[in-house]
């Protein structure tokens, strides 16, 4: 299973992740990532784990999944 490359396999792993984790916490991935990509080169890097999606400040900007 490599999904067309290499690293596909390990691609497709990081995504599926990355989506069920949102997902659990009620957070659409969609708008995470709008939000992140919006913040990030502003963002101090000292302070990185503020944008994880697990993180309680940022759940209140961002759409809620249905």
């Not at 690293?7 to 009620?26: D, E, H, P, W, Y």
């Not at 708008?31 to 309680?56: C, K, M, Q, V, W």
Request: aromatic share 10%; hydrophobic share 35%.
């Amino acid at each position: 299973m490599f999904y067309g490359a290499t690293n596909g396999g390990r691609t497709a792993a990081v995504l599926t992740s990355f989506i069920t984790t949102c997902k659990r916490l009620g957070i659409d991935p969609f708008a995470y990532l709008r939000d992140i990509f919006e913040r990030i080169s502003t963002h101090p890097g000292s302070r990185l784990e503020e944008l994880l999606p697990d993180n309680g400040l940022l759940r209140a900007r961002i759409t809620p999944t249905t």
